[in-house]
């Protein structure tokens, strides 16, 4: 190699700038500023700069890198969003899941599967007080586990709401905390700060992602925007708008053609919000008014078997049937309604955003689908709470109150028509009416289970107490309804009241005993020296007025054994009243019966889900497996979420420099290379001086 080589050689690795060390050399400038080097720097252009240590990066480089920041950080923000969604819910269904794996659905030992056995031991031993104990145990053990787990619900709804409204508190101030920092960004005074300010900016920015989901856009004079991704502003420039929990609500949207002035109330509480809509009009009070309702934001309707959106009638009174169990009223005095008129019930607290134009419901909504609603919050730990709150918990708790209700009516339907040995002297329902002279089966008579009720006979059968031998009443006890209007011989609930049902049994009973009406409640006592036995009954009317059951209350809230058999276990009927009227001790049809319904099948209904034809313990099973799931999905979800995170992490590393351990390491090796280059100079420049000095 010639000395002129080395030269060069020496030379060109001295003045060509270290292009491989981009990672480090274009960014840690950013480190102490925060920012990235504007992409439209005048002077640059490709090639080499011949001035030692230099580095050049050309304008297109410089934009494709801004460029590509800027998505790592819209990426960010959105998977931050995301992130907190899952991993709000991810501990809290973790500790459902291992509420309902507490019990052991699937075996043959879980609560259900017991109680329903010990009415078969009970059937094959019906004089046995042991017996009748472990039927009252097991009894006590399926309502604590089912009102347990109801209540631990509850619980944790309620707070998840609070918890909502101290996220919403926070970024309440976050969103103003942004606000400022906009307005200082604006100042000309503030033009030495600018990194500090970005850097404090783009905290908040963070802050604010791990609350809800938003989109940002930066304008002139570096000021961001913010908005949700539905599109609700959150701070525009120099202005902020507040989200807060709101109350429970009911609006309205009427249609030109309405001329309706009145009002519409509601009662009760769901997770879910329901729209009603008029597919009639008319005027309240002369029973033309019809409406649908919906429980998705009006995808779709609830219908009947057939298909067809199901019709619900607005009574006289005002009164509409039950939906979604809330009790709809409609006030007015004059005006009518108008088909398309809609009222929006949310019958929880909800999320509510604020603007000079009025509020808006943010409140997270998942479709049936699964989807959701992308004109509401999506993403972040509000929307995770939220929806963990009401498409989670909520609909857990509409399948423990239909598997409770269930269980009471089918159990109470049988055990209605039995009786025991102990006689009864005074029977209260323990369920009441609201109106006593509305049909039974229509909305107005306010019986929450009269929809278990249909047209039938039912018996009752006064006995003399001393010799036990039935009294002279109506044939076979049946009570008969000739003489009420419409002076029919059955019980009808499309006719009949509480005053009718009085009536009858007054006039059947005679002498031998009375009804009354307290409270709304029905009550039948019996005469002197005689008691009171139920015998067969085809209408379901005894069992959903709480009269000679075993079980009191309709949903896992407030189901309980009834206080009869609780305070007595020889009272619970294991057998049945025989055709001569009175009850024989060894008679054990009902216990039989009602361990029978162990295996028996029936309907359950929850909202955008197809009809579950299974029996009771099964129901349950597929809760706890649902349950189960959903934390699966959870934790899958937030493990999936935290992995992009941590990649988008390191390309935000990559790109601001943040790896030292890298950036040192690739700077020892351009310096070692450096020094091996001046080396080669030196060594050229010491061969020029030994060749100098050579003697001619």
């Given amino acids: 190699m010639t000395i002129t080589s080395l030269l060069n050689l020496g030379g060109n690795t001295v003045y060509t700038p ?16 925060g920012t990235v080097a504007p992409s439209d720097q005048p002077g640059q252009s490709s090639g080499i700069y011949y001035l030692p240590g230099l580095m050049n990066i050309s304008t297109t480089g410089n934009e494709v890198i801004s460029r590509f920041v800027e998505q790592v950080a819209r990426q960010t923000v959105v998977r931050t969003s995301d992130f907190a969604r899952w991993d709000s819910q991810r501990e809290m269904l973790l500790n459902v899941d291992s509420m309902f794996a507490s019990e052991d659905a699937l075996g043959a030992q879980d609560n259900i599967s017991v109680f329903f056995d010990n009415w078969n031991t009970l059937s094959q031993k019906p004089q046995d007080e042991t017996a009748r104990q472990e039927v009252l145990a097991s009894s006590d053990s399926m309502v604590q586990m089912l009102r347990g787990q109801r209540g631990m ?42 990194s500090e300010l970005i850097h404090e900016r783009n905290t908040i920015v963070h802050a604010i992602s791990e609350k809800l989901d938003i989109d940002t856009n930066i304008t002139a004079r570096e000021q961001m925007h ?31 053609a309405s001329t309706f002035d009145g009002t519409v109330s509601f009662s009760g509480t769901s997770s879910r919000e329901v729209v009603l809509e008029v597919t009639q009009g008319g005027a309240v009070g002369t029973g033309d008014v019809r409406f649908r309702a919906s429980l998705d934001g009006k995808r ?44 929006t019930i949310i019958p929880k607290q909800h999320v509510t955003g604020f603007t000079p134009q009025g509020r ?20 972040g730990q509000i929307a995770g709470l939220m929806q963990l709150r009401d498409n989670k918990l909520g609909n857990y708790t509409e399948k423990l109150d239909g598997l409770a209700s269930t269980i009471i009516t089918e159990v109470n339907k049988v055990y209605a028509q039995g009786a025991s040995t102990v006689p009864q002297l005074e029977i209260t329902a323990t369920n009441s009416v609201v109106n006593v002279d509305t049909p039974l089966a229509s909305n107005g008579s306010g019986l929450v289970t009269s929809d278990t009720i249909t047209s039938g006979k039912m018996t009752l059968f006064a006995s003399d107490s001393e010799t036990g031998k039935p009294s002279p009443t109506t044939a076979y006890g049946i009570i008969d309804f000739s003489g009420v209007a419409p002076y029919i011989r059955d019980f009808d609930p499309a006719v009949h009241s509480l005053n009718n049902v009085c009536d009858a049994i007054n006039s059947s009973l005679g002498q031998f005993g009375t009804a009354t009406i307290e409270n709304n409640a029905l009550k039948i006592t019996a005469a002197e020296n005689h008691t009171l036995s139920f015998g067969e009954d085809s209408s379901g009317l005894f069992a959903a007025l709480g009269m000679n059951t075993f079980f009191a209350g309709t949903s896992a809230e407030d189901m309980e054994v009834h206080e009869r058999v609780r305070e007595d276990a020889a009272a619970i009927n294991a057998g049945v009243v025989n055709n001569a009227g009175s009850v024989v001790a060894e008679s054990s049809d009902t216990a039989k019966s009602i361990a029978a319904l162990k295996d028996a099948s029936f309907s359950f209904n929850t909202p955008g889900e197809a009809t579950k034809t299974v ?11 649902q349950a189960k799931d959903d934390a699966t999905t959870a934790l899958y979800k937030t493990q999936f979420n935290e992995a992009l995170l941590l990649d988008l992490s390191r390309q935000n590393a990559t790109i601001h420099g943040n790896n030292l351990d890298a950036d040192i390491s690739e700077m020892t090796k351009f310096q070692h290379s450096y020094k091996a280059a001046a080396k080669l100079i030196t060594s050229a420049e010491d061969m020029m001086q030994v060749i100098a000095g050579m003697p001619n």
Wanted: aromatic residues 6%; glycine residues 6%.
């Fill in 360 to 379: 808006v419901n943010l409140t997270p909504q998942s479709f049936f689908d699964g989807s959701d609603n992308e004109l509401r919050i999506t993403g």
């Fill in 615 to 625: 029996s009771a313990r099964d129901y349950y099973a597929a809760l706890s497996a």
């Fill in 153 to 194: 619900l509850a619980a944790t709804s309620k707070a998840l709401s609070e918890t909502v409204h101290e996220s919403l508190v926070e970024l309440n101030d976050k969103l103003q905390a942004l606000v400022e920092i906009n307005a200082q960004l604006a100042a000309p005074e503030n033009v030495g700060a600018r």
């Fill in 300 to 343: 779709s309707w609830l219908s009947d078997a057939e298909g067809n959106d199901t019709q619900f009638a607005v009574a006289s009174n005002g009164t509409a049937p039950s939906v979604q169990n809330l009790d709809v009223t409609f006030n007015s005095n004059a005006g009518m309604l108008a088909a398309g008129d809609t009222f």
């Fill in 18 to 33: 270290p292009k491989d060390i981009k990672p480090t050399d274009s960014n840690i400038p950013v480190r102490n500023t």
């Fill in 226 to 256: 913010v908005s949700t991704r539905s599109g609700f502003t959150l701070v525009d420039g120099t202005s902020a708008y507040t989200l807060q929990l709101s109350e429970p609500s009911l609006t309205s949207r009427l249609t030109p």
